[in-house]
Protein backbone atom coordinates (compact mmCIF):
# COMPACT_ATOMS: atom_id res chain seq x y z
CA UNK A 1 0.00 0.00 0.00
CA UNK A 2 1.46 3.77 -1.29
CA UNK A 3 1.72 6.18 1.45
CA UNK A 4 1.59 9.15 -1.18
CA UNK A 5 -1.57 10.19 0.25
CA UNK A 6 -1.19 10.46 4.23
CA UNK A 7 2.01 12.18 2.41
CA UNK A 8 0.25 14.68 0.11
CA UNK A 9 -2.13 15.47 3.22
CA UNK A 10 0.33 15.97 5.54
CA UNK A 11 2.85 18.35 3.47
CA UNK A 12 -0.05 20.56 2.02
CA UNK A 13 -1.54 20.70 5.85
CA UNK A 14 2.19 21.90 6.68
CA UNK A 15 1.96 24.47 3.85
CA UNK A 16 -1.26 25.93 4.57
CA UNK A 17 -1.05 26.58 8.44
CA UNK A 18 1.74 26.83 11.08
CA UNK A 19 0.13 23.78 12.71
CA UNK A 20 3.19 22.07 13.92
CA UNK A 21 2.28 18.13 12.60
CA UNK A 22 4.86 15.93 14.20
CA UNK A 23 6.80 14.16 10.81
CA UNK A 24 8.56 16.57 8.74
CA UNK A 25 7.62 15.72 5.21
CA UNK A 26 9.29 16.85 2.15
CA UNK A 27 7.26 19.13 -0.13
CA UNK A 28 5.90 17.30 -3.53
CA UNK A 29 3.98 19.32 -5.50
CA UNK A 30 2.17 16.92 -6.98
CA UNK A 31 0.06 15.23 -4.65
CA UNK A 32 0.14 17.93 -1.97
CA UNK A 33 -1.84 20.50 -4.31
CA UNK A 34 -4.49 17.96 -4.50
CA UNK A 35 -5.54 17.95 -0.56
CA UNK A 36 -5.52 21.90 -0.65
CA UNK A 37 -9.30 22.32 -0.82
CA UNK A 38 -9.70 19.55 1.83
CA UNK A 39 -7.46 21.22 4.26
CA UNK A 40 -8.64 24.46 3.68
CA UNK A 41 -12.12 23.45 3.97
CA UNK A 42 -11.26 22.12 7.42
CA UNK A 43 -9.30 24.78 8.27
CA UNK A 44 -12.34 26.83 6.95
CA UNK A 45 -14.99 24.57 9.27
CA UNK A 46 -12.30 25.53 12.45
CA UNK A 47 -12.37 28.66 12.32
CA UNK A 48 -16.02 28.81 11.82
CA UNK A 49 -17.03 26.79 14.23
CA UNK A 50 -14.54 28.80 16.48
CA UNK A 51 -16.31 31.96 15.59
CA UNK A 52 -19.73 30.33 15.89
CA UNK A 53 -18.83 29.85 19.63
CA UNK A 54 -17.49 32.66 20.35
CA UNK A 55 -19.99 34.36 19.05
CA UNK A 56 -22.53 32.70 21.53
CA UNK A 57 -20.31 33.72 24.26
CA UNK A 58 -19.88 37.65 23.34
Known amino acids: MT ?3 RRGFVAAAQFLTRVPI ?3 VAPDARHMTA ?3 VVG ?3 GA ?3 AVAAGL ?4
Open 3 to 5: DRP
Open 41 to 43: ALV
Open 35 to 37: WFP
Open 22 to 24: GTA
Open 46 to 48: AVG
Open 55 to 58: GELV
